[in-house]
């Protein structure tokens, strides 16, 4: 199995800072990675697929990047309703363990 | 609108099978690049993706959990039911089911999800 390990697995930041999260593949996936973003007793939410590309309806401040094993979630500017937890997930298989953006 | 719902909360014993059922809205399964699948969650916990069904009857399923799970379609009833065997304390969390669709590049998402139902096994 292709394993998914998240860094860090927590952090603390604030309103208005730029958040980064790295997700790393045991080996290459190519682009076939996806974002999700999870609030507390609520379902997961796709934000970003194929590693960069936005889902429809996401804020312009999510980016993605990456390729091959490495992968970077980018919070521009990290907004109130930011702060939750957010998993990396190969196409068809595993998901990170997950990091938790809190203030 | 795609809309999917679990069911109820569930108890189970250790040794028994689960079968949860997902009903879903506003899309069919017999739709090209359309599909279903299951997700979990222990209390506190990371996801863990279990099983996928699509449009076509091609299975997917966990390779560490392959040999307990089975995911089948009633596309008339627009349901899609997964069947664990054997649960174990372990296994207890939140069931998701989710909306998938397929592209022909390969990619695959997860876009709509049902709210998540409680499972407990416990004797």
């Known amino acids: 199995d292709i394993q998914m390990t998240q860094s860090p697995s927590s952090l603390s930041a604030s309103v208005g800072d730029r958040v980064t999260i790295t997700c790393r593949a045991s080996q290459s996936i190519r682009h076939f990675l996806n974002w999700y973003q999870q609030k507390p007793g609520k379902a997961p939410k796709l934000l970003i697929y194929?590693?960069?590309t936005l889902q429809s309806g996401v804020p312009s401040r999510f980016s993605g990047s990456g390729s091959g094993t490495d992968f970077t979630l980018t919070i521009s500017s990290l907004q109130p309703e930011d702060f939750a937890t957010y998993y990396c997930?190969?196409?068809?298989?595993?998901f990170g363990q997950g990091t938790r953006v809190q203030i | 609108q795609i809309t999917l719902k679990e069911p109820g909360p569930t108890l189970v014993k250790p040794t028994q099978t689960l079968t949860l059922t997902c009903t879903f809205s506003?899309?069919?399964?017999?739709?090209?690049?359309?599909?279903v699948g299951w997700i979990r969650q222990p209390p506190g916990k990371a996801l863990e993706w279990l099983a996928l069904?699509?449009?076509?009857?091609?299975?997917r399923y966990s390779p560490s959990l392959k040999s307990r799970l089975t995911i089948t379609k009633d596309t008339s009833k627009n349901q899609v039911a997964l069947t664990m065997t054997d649960m174990d304390p372990v296994d207890t969390g939140t069931y998701y089911c989710?909306?998938?669709?397929?592209?022909?590049?390969?990619?695959?998402?997860?876009?709509?999800w049902g709210q998540g139902t409680p499972v407990t096994v416990s004797s």
């Open positions: 194929a590693a960069s």
């Open positions: 506003g899309f069919s399964l017999s739709t090209t690049g359309v599909g």
């Open positions: 989710a909306h998938n669709k397929w592209w022909e590049t390969g990619y695959s998402t997860f876009d709509y």
């Open positions: 069904l699509y449009w076509d009857d091609d299975e």
């Open positions: 997930q190969q196409t068809f298989s595993t």
